[in-house]
C-alpha cells in the first residue's frame, strides 16, 4: 500500500502563490503517473494536471500557463506550484499517484487533500 501526505493548502488573494506538495510513502515497487486533481462543492473531482514518471506533463486548460507539476522521484514527491491564482481556484485538491506493487498490481492512492482559498 502507499499512503500520501499532502502539505501547503492555504488562504491567498487573488495573483498570489501557492506551493502544494504529497509525498508518498509505503510498500511498491515503483511510481508511475503522479497527479493533482480538485473538487469544487458539489462537484466531481477534475484533472489538474498529471506527470509520468519520464516527467511528460498534461493540464487542464483553465490553468496552463499558472500552474507547474514536478516531481522528485529520489523523494517520491510531487509538487504543484500554482501562480496567479484566482477565485475560480478555489477547491479542495487532491494528489493521486499510480503505483505498481511488487507483485505487479497496479493501484493507486489518494491524499488527504488540502484547502486552497483564494479571495478576491
Known amino acids: 500500500q502507499v499512503q500520501l501526505v499532502e502539505s501547503g493548502g492555504g488562504l491567498v488573494q487573488a495573483g498570489g502563490s501557492l506551493r502544494l506538495s504529497c509525498a508518498a510513502s509505503g510498500r511498491f515497487f515503483s511510481i508511475n503517473v503522479m497527479a493533482w486533481y480538485r473538487q469544487f462543492p458539489g462537484n466531481q473531482r477534475e484533472l489538474v494536471a498529471s506527470?509520468?514518471?519520464?516527467?511528460?506533463?498534461d493540464y487542464v486548460d483553465s490553468v496552463k500557463g499558472r500552474f507547474t507539476i514536478s516531481r522528485d522521484n529520489a523523494k517520491n514527491t510531487v509538487y504543484l506550484q500554482m501562480n496567479t491564482l484566482k477565485p475560480e481556484d478555489t477547491a479542495v485538491y487532491y494528489c493521486n499517484v499510480k503505483w505498481t506493487s511488487s507483485f505487479g498490481v497496479i493501484d493507486d492512492s489518494w491524499g488527504q487533500g488540502t484547502q486552497v482559498t483564494v479571495s478576491s
Open positions: 506527470i509520468t514518471s519520464g516527467g511528460n506533463t
